[in-house]
């Protein structure tokens, strides 16, 4: 006779099986578009400089998101320096910038183990993660950083996994995830995105912690996606996405477990998420890829070599907002080089300038109640794209 564990009675959806003949149709959509968005993102060519400021930036909101949801009340700004080692904090409420710390050493650690290029996923590397993400933080007995908990707990209205079952269990989900796993044609990222999430569903449902579960949950989830392929800075989009929708995220949790343990509407929901912040992730990055290309454009078309004035007129071209019209007089109030550049200038050299630089096609002039306005000719530089021009506004 087969013996029965006790999670098996109590949570009996802990099946370690996934059905995805029975995905909807939206889950292949989104994951056939998170798939090219990730490739695209990992196939950008940007100055290093520009790309590392944009990996600290999302780093910071990587970190202040799974650390919000936890009760966190560190601000983007703060988390951004205090990953620079810029931040130091009261006494009363260090130890949200020791929370913060203990997130970033351990993707630190996950960096470190994915450069190795080790994909499989053990158990000691959940306790290692768990162990990081608590050291020098205040826990409530019984609970031990590091270690699988002895205890029963639970969350609301949610109880984990019985203690003496969570070993097996995380030894089983480490099994379960290091095998591949179909996903036709979308492959290894496919693969790993849909593994991320439901790995992330399964560490909360398993609860193997006296604390931290949902913080090593996420660099679960971020581990499985950076070895997938997905780029280091797009995968703390999910993480970011169930921190906007905090409550829709408890919810669907809630709602994978009380459904018996189906999870197309949580992964639906992460998807939608994911894809997203990926687009806008793609957004940002397409804006500095344009102001790059303006900036070489301009730069070619007015050489230093030109004199003071090409050197003036660029200044100026450079202050002009690239997306809307603006008065002369704006401009030159808002803009400290442009202002520096022309103190000393009467108005008939700055608009002889904008004359000039009109019939270079660097600027679009434009008369209007409140007087001349000018923008930058962006449709110079978009060699591909239909554009149309409604009123003077490049749409």
Known sequence: MNHQRAYQRSHPWLTFELDLARAPIELWLRLGEACSKC??????????????????????????????????????????????????LPESREYLGVEVDNVLDALRAIWQDTAEDS??????????????????????????AGQVRDHQVGVGRYLGAPPEDCAHLLSRLCHWLNQPWDTGRLGRMGSGILKAVVAHVYLAWIHPFGDGNGRTARLLEFRILTASGVPDLAAHMLTNHYNLTRAEYYRQLEHASQSGGHLMPFLVYALNGFVDGLRSQIAVIRGQQFELAWRDYVHESL????????????????????????????????????????????????????????????LVKRDSPQGTEVRAALERILAFLPRFVEEGHLV
């Open 39 to 88: 490739e695209h993102i990992s196939g950008v060519p940007l100055k290093p400089r520009i790309a590392e400021e944009m990996s600290q930036v999302y780093l910071a909101k990587g970190i202040q998101a799974t650390t919000a949801i936890e009760g966190n009340t560190l601000s983007e700004a703060e988390i951004h320096a205090r990953i620079d080692r810029r931040l130091s």
């Open 119 to 144: 994909r499989d996923i053990k158990v000691a590397d959940l306790l290692d993660w768990n162990r990081r993400v608590l050291q020098g933080v205040a826990l409530d007995p019984p609970a031990v």
């Open 303 to 362: 050489p230093d070599s030109d004199g003071k004035a090409s050197i003036r007129q660029k200044q100026l071209v450079l202050g002009v907002p690239t997306h809307d019209f603006a008065t002369v007089a704006a401009i030159k109030s808002s803009h400290a080089g442009v202002a520096l550049a022309y103190k000393d200038l009467t108005r008939q050299t700055l608009m002889r300038d904008i004359e000039r630089l009109c019939s270079l096609g660097l």
